[in-house]
């Protein structure tokens, strides 16, 4: 697929590998906070091939990791509902709740249907005007302008049976937390590239001043990968905390104007709690008040329903960076993508489960 | 979750409330795309669709940026410059 396959030509990724290698006088502690770059590093080995010289920490970038288990358990309860459609996403259906996840609550009869976009909910709201339909907008700020078009649709055109259940998350407020941290390892951050798509990096180049360490926006193939942590890795041996864009194909400097207009007319920041993490000031989107009745949580009344989380594994250390999958106890015995412990292990982008994936037991068990 | 996927547009419409649609191609597969969030786009320009959603237009000048400095970087260290060719 043109635009896909020429980023993942081998002999060129090498080339980079060996200038990153040659670049590096030192090991440096990078993090990427997208988990879907998490996958492409870990599926094509780039951590491997980099040991050494970069050790590449896994952010907190997989929103269906970081969705509450509170709003797992406020879904499941929508969802249980009579006359509900339950729409989703389809990596959130096998997220554990309190007491199961979204497939086993549609075994038991719930309307559970996987969509592939908002806009899909939207439409089944209007086959269906004798059901409510209830879309779980979860996501970065990439997916926010999706899920806000949905609700400014449904308002445009008075579709009154469709609301959604909001669990998103904005990344700088996670990227603060993390350098807040006095323990933190970080030296380097790779920027997501399709949140940046649409925010732009204005906030990155602020956060890059506040926490003297340089940021590159990076694409999610591996040669956007390997550029990417070149850049990185030649900022920091300059002593350069500043913000640079591998992305350039995508990512322009103030983001997409149009989609920013959209999702900031329907949402508006507010405090956010993260699975594993706890809650985050300013990290998350929630409906403004002229479109609080297209809010789920409050037409189905589940705003009571809490929920805490068991300590049962490492999920907040793995998506802190803390620590590597394969360094809880539970990885690939009691937690495997089958029966999993914790959201990473679910989310095809969470970092157990990548590991999982594409780690042969043996490395693992030796550590990395 | 931020998947985006390149995909190429084939036909541009505009419908009610003043939503851009349109057909995209990725490899073969056409999907209908809501490009609302890029509204200038034209047939034959590429864009990252994400849940159904163009987030941007490929600047297809931009995309050839790391070839470019592949090249540069061959050339420099005496490397062939072609890259992956043979």
Redesign the interface.
């Known amino acids: 697929m043109r635009y896909v396959d020429e980023y993942r030509d081998p002999r060129a990724a090498r080339r980079l590998v060996a200038e990153i290698r040659r670049t590096a006088t030192k090991p440096r502690q990078i993090m990427e906070v997208c988990g879907g770059q998490t996958h492409t590093l870990i599926r094509y080995g780039i951590d491997e091939l980099l040991s050494g010289a970069v050790d590449l920490i896994h952010g907190p970038g997989c929103p269906v990791c970081v969705t509450p288990l509170e709003k797992i358990d406020r879904a499941l309860a929508v969802a249980s509902r009579p006359r509900v459609v339950f729409a989703t996403f389809g990596d959130m259906v096998r997220v554990p709740g309190s007491d199961g996840d979204l497939l086993r609550a549609k075994a038991r009869g719930a309307d559970v249907r996987i969509v592939y976009s908002p806009t899909d909910a939207l439409a089944l709201a209007e086959k269906h005007p004798d059901r409510e339909v209830v879309f779980f907008a979860v996501g970065f700020e990439t997916t926010a302008p999706a899920n806000a078009m949905s609700v400014w649709m449904a308002d445009k055109k008075g579709i009154e049976n469709f609301s959604i259940l909001v669990s998103h998350v904005r990344v700088p407020p996670a990227i603060r937390i993390i350098m807040d941290d006095p323990y933190s390892q970080v030296q380097g951050f790779i920027a997501p590239g399709h949140v940046c798509s649409i925010m732009g990096y204005r906030e990155y180049e602020e956060l890059a001043r506040e926490y003297d360490v340089p940021f590159v926006v990076a694409g999610f193939e591996p040669l956007d990968l390997l550029q990417g942590l070149l850049m990185l890795v030649e900022l920091m041996e300059e002593d350069r905390a500043v913000t640079r864009n591998q992305y350039t194909r995508s990512v322009r400097p103030d983001g997409n104007p149009q989609a920013k207009k959209i999702m900031n007319e329907v949402f508006e920041i507010c405090g956010m709690t993260w699975r594993g993490i706890g809650p985050i000031a300013e990290s998350g989107l929630r409906l403004r008040d002229r479109f609080a009745h297209y809010d789920a949580e409050r037409r189905f009344d589940v705003e009571s329903v809490k929920a805490e989380e068991p300590a049962a594994c490492i999920a907040g250390a793995v998506l802190q960076g803390k620590k590597k999958p394969h360094e809880c106890e539970a990885f690939g015995k009691e937690c495997t993508p089958e029966h999993p412990l914790g959201a990473p292990m679910v989310s095809t982008e969470g970092a157990c489960s990548a590991y999982y994936a594409f780690r042969k037991f043996e490395d693992v068990d030796h550590g990395v | 979750?931020?998947?985006?996927?390149?995909g190429?547009v084939l036909e541009v419409t505009h419908t009610e409330?003043g939503?851009t649609g349109g057909k995209v191609e990725?490899?073969g597969v056409v999907k209908e795309v809501?490009l609302?969030?890029?509204?200038e786009v034209e047939p034959g320009q590429?864009v990252?669709v994400?849940?159904?959603?163009s987030?941007?237009t490929?600047?297809?000048d931009?995309?050839q940026?790391?070839?470019r400095?592949?090249k540069e970087?061959?050339e420099l260290e005496g490397?062939d410059a072609a890259?992956?060719e043979d």
């Open positions: 979750m931020c998947l985006g996927v390149p190429k409330l939503i990725f490899g809501n609302s969030y890029t509204p590429y990252i994400h849940v159904g959603f987030i941007s490929l600047d297809e931009e995309a940026q790391v070839f400095y592949l970087i061959g490397l890259g992956g």
